[in-house]
Nanobody
């Protein structure tokens, strides 16, 4: 069974940075792509970034140039480096497998961007 644990969120001022982590277990991590999603209050969950098993990356237009996704297969962990944060980045951030998302979503990690 896939188990995903997100961490690294917090309260940050606009323009600040955070690095999120997602530790995965129960899968052969290196053969999976990984996605980051986020869900803001009152909104649907939206896709943020993807890294393939070959470490190719893609980003939503709203975060392109500010966020960087990376992975460490030795640690079964995917990261999301978030720079130049904006209030509209406030959300709970989740990771999941790609191309087939596991139904076992983690608890997410809260990111709040506010002065």
């Amino acid at each position: 069974q896939v188990h995903l644990v997100e961490s690294g969120g917090g309260l940050v001022q606009p323009g600040g940075s955070l690095r999120l982590s997602c530790a995965a277990s129960g899968i052969i991590f290196s053969i999976y792509g990984m996605d980051w999603y986020r869900q803001a209050p009152g909104k649907q969950r939206e896709w943020v970034a993807r890294i393939t098993s070959g470490s190719s990356t893609n980003y939503a237009d709203s975060v392109k140039g500010r966020f960087t996704i990376s992975r460490d297969n030795a640690k079964n962990t995917v990261y999301l480096q978030m720079n130049s944060l904006k209030p509209e980045d406030t959300a709970v951030y989740y990771c999941n497998t790609w191309p087939i998302p596991t139904p076992s979503w983690g608890q997410g990690t809260q990111v709040t961007v506010s002065s």
